[in-house]
Structures are given as structure tokens and as C-alpha cells.
């Protein structure tokens, strides 16, 4: 057995750190100095309530064993549930941007949301290998001490009942909690997320099939049900529609990206972060980043994300386990999606959404799910034989 992580892995994930540090320093430093009088507010609150805690979280995931994550999975989610749940009270739940989304606990503040990107996924891939069989996804070894149900003869696959609707529920009642809040985006990375690993759990394909189906649906209800995620839609297929209203962002994160040319202007000379790009230290830092660092910026940057999907992605594939595997591939295929999401976004070539940047937006709970993740995707990495 492998005792060392996987070091590539290590390597992309500090420079995407180090290069979200840069840029959220150079990007929040007017804003922060306009509301706290502190050019470093912002960047001082992100490392000390979103890395530092998130470094802590990765190493304490990183060396438990893997078992307990499959053990606790359904307890975990329940607790993120309950505290998703919470947003909705009053005093210690808080709205902003008109959006339930945040718990205040004394000096403690966080998003239930993002860390139930995590919980999902690991709720997902112990749910389907106990419904599914421990044995990998492409043939391989079996977990130790599994033994086939009794009640169904052995090449027997998984009823319809004991997959696909105990699966449909269970995405039923996270989709209730994040539509009210309202939080589709996160709602669709977690369901596109659960889709990706439901198929690779081999169950039938015309399962997959009619969740897609389901899931289509769903989404043209909503949108249909709040005009402002249609007139999203609306603005995507025709920019010009609207430049000064519901199609500004879109605008002047073009103009960032466009100007930002070949090399970029330079760390600290972007214009769009004057107060020109909304949420410029969240959803649209990209935009900023690619001002400042040009087209090679980048190209870097998507190569990083590339690299972290072919680790990630290896690490599943050699994985020892049904578990292993299935959750190696929910977190590789959480933060890559979630990036690309937030890229085509700010370039046009998908629907804005408020997905953040892994690794480079501001957001403490995001980044620390998003670290925790990491640990874990490392700790399956070690496990690997030779």
C-alpha cells in the first residue's frame, strides 16, 4: 500500500490557493478599504475563517480512516440538513441579496450549503455501494467482509424501487431546502454531481436517462416560476438585450476579459474591481484574474483545473473500493464542474450563475468544503496499491 498521498494532487491545489490569495488581494483591496478602512479586510477574513481552518479540516480528514466517512455518511448529511434547515429561523439565520443562506452561531458564520456539497457527495457513494454491491465500477476487487443479499439471486441488479425512487427522494428533500432558500446553483451542481455518480454506480442506464428527463423538467418549472432566472436565460442567448440592467455583469466582465489581452495589466491594475464588476471578489473574480493576467493567465489556471480532474480521476481509478472510488469521483467531478460552471459564466458561453471559483473566490465556508474535500480525495489517494 501506498502511504504517501498523492503529491501532484498537493501541488495543483497550493498554487491555485497561492494564486487566489494574489488576486483576491489585489481584487479586494478598493472595496475593503471603501467599507472597513482596511485594504486587507477581506483577504485577512478569507485566510483566517476560510484557509486556516481549512488547512486544519483537510489533515484531520486526511487521517481518519476512510471507513468512517462511509459509516457516517447518512448522520453527516442529516446534520448539514438540519442546519440547511436552520437558515429559515429567525436571529440566527440571515438573508442577504435576498437569499436565505447563512447561520450566524456567536462569532460564527457559515453556509450550510457549500459544505453540503461534501456530505451529498459522501451520502451518495456509501448509499449506492450498499444498494448497488461493494464491487468497483469496472470490475476490480470487492470491499473486505461484503457478502451478496441473500434474497436476490447473485446477477440479479437493483430494483427500480431500492434505487432509482429511494434516490429521487433523497434529492426531493435537498432540492425543497435550497429552492426556498433560494440557492439553484449549488442545487444543480450537487444534483448534476449525484447524477454523474448514480450512472457510474452501474445501475441501468435508463435510470440516468429518466432522472435527466426529471431533472429537465424541474429546471424549466423553476425557471418558469421566477422571471428573473428566465430573464438570466434571456440575457445569455442576447447580451445586448439589457446592457444596463439584468445583462450588466455579463458586460463588464467581458470588457475585463477582453481587456486583459495577451499578458494581462498586471497584478492591481484592474479597472472592473473599482466598483465596476459586481461581486468581484466572489462569483466574477475571474473576470478580474483574467484581466490582470491576460490570456496566459488563464490558460494557467484551466490547465490547473485540468490537472486536478486526471489526478482526481486516476486516484478514482485505482481506488480499492466501490466507496473509495465513488466518492473520489463526486469530489474530482465537484470542483472541476463547479470551475468550468464559473468560467463559461464569465466568458459567455454559459447562463451567469453564483458559483464560485474553487479555490480563488471569496468565501470561507466554500473554500473550507472545498479543502475538506481535497483531504479527502488525498487520503483515498494513500490508500492505493502499488
Not at 80 to 109: D, E, H, Q, T
Not at 142 to 159: C, F, H, I, R, V
Not at 180 to 204: C, K, N, R
Not at 233 to 260: C, H, R, T, W
Request: positive net charge; proline residues 5%; hydrophobic residues 50%.
Amino acid at each position: 500500500m501506498k502511504k504517501h498521498p498523492d503529491y501532484i494532487l498537493i501541488g495543483v491545489v497550493v498554487i491555485l490557493i497561492i494564486l487566489g490569495i494574489l488576486i483576491l488581494a489585489s481584487v479586494s483591496a478598493p472595496l475593503s478599504q471603501q467599507r472597513f478602512g482596511n485594504t486587507y479586510y477581506f483577504l485577512n477574513h478569507q485566510l483566517l475563517f476560510g484557509l486556516l481552518p481549512g488547512i486544519l479540516l483537510a489533515f484531520l480528514v486526511f487521517k481518519i480512516r476512510l471507513d468512517f466517512f462511509k459509516k457516517w455518511a447518512s448522520p453527516l448529511l442529516l446534520i448539514n440538513l438540519i442546519l440547511l434547515a436552520m437558515v429559515f429561523l429567525p436571529k440566527i439565520g440571515y438573508s442577504a441579496g435576498g437569499a436565505a443562506r447563512w447561520l450566524s452561531l456567536g462569532p460564527i458564520s457559515f453556509q450550510p450549503s457549500e459544505f453540503l456539497k461534501l456530505t451529498s457527495i459522501l451520502y451518495f457513494a456509501a448509499w449506492l455501494t450498499s444498494r448497488t454491491g461493494a464491487k468497483k465500477f469496472g470490475g476490480g476487487r470487492t470491499e473486505k467482509g461484503y457478502n451478496p443479499p441473500t434474497a436476490l439471486p447473485p446477477k440479479a441488479g437493483p430494483s427500480f424501487g431500492q434505487t432509482f425512487v429511494a434516490f429521487l427522494i433523497v434529492i426531493g428533500l435537498i432540492s425543497s431546502l435550497l429552492i426556498f432558500q433560494p440557492d439553484i446553483s449549488t442545487l444543480g451542481i450537487i444534483v448534476l454531481v449525484a447524477t454523474l455518480m448514480y450512472f457510474l454506480a452501474e445501475t441501468p442506464l435508463w435510470h440516468s436517462i429518466l432522472f435527466v428527463l426529471l431533472g429537465a423538467g424541474g429546471l424549466l418549472t423553476l425557471i418558469k416560476l421566477a422571471p428573473y432566472r428566465a430573464a438570466r436565460l434571456l440575457v445569455f442567448l442576447k447580451p445586448e438585450i439589457d446592457p444596463m440592467g439584468i445583462g450588466y455583469q455579463i458586460k463588464q466582465a467581458l470588457i475585463a476579459v477582453g481587456s486583459g489581452g495577451i499578458s494581462g495589466l498586471g497584478l492591481g491594475m484592474s479597472q472592473q474591481r473599482l466598483g465596476f464588476l459586481p461581486q468581484s471578489i466572489s462569483d466574477s473574480i475571474f473576470a478580474i484574474l483574467a484581466e490582470e493576467t491576460g490570456f496566459i493567465g488563464c490558460l494557467i489556471l484551466i490547465f490547473l483545473f485540468l490537472i486536478f480532474l486526471w489526478r482526481g480521476f486516476e486516484i478514482a481509478k485505482v481506488s480499492q473500493n466501490k466507496f473509495s472510488q465513488l466518492a473520489a469521483l463526486g469530489i474530482t467531478s465537484w470542483i472541476t464542474l463547479q470551475a468550468l460552471t464559473n468560467i463559461g459564466s464569465m466568458i459567455g458561453i454559459l447562463p451567469l450563475t453564483g458559483i464560485p471559483l474553487p479555490f480563488i473566490s471569496y468565501g470561507g465556508s466554500a473554500l473550507v468544503s472545498e479543502l475538506a474535500g481535497v483531504g479527502i480525495l488525498l487520503n483515498i489517494s494513500k490508500q492505493i496499491s502499488r
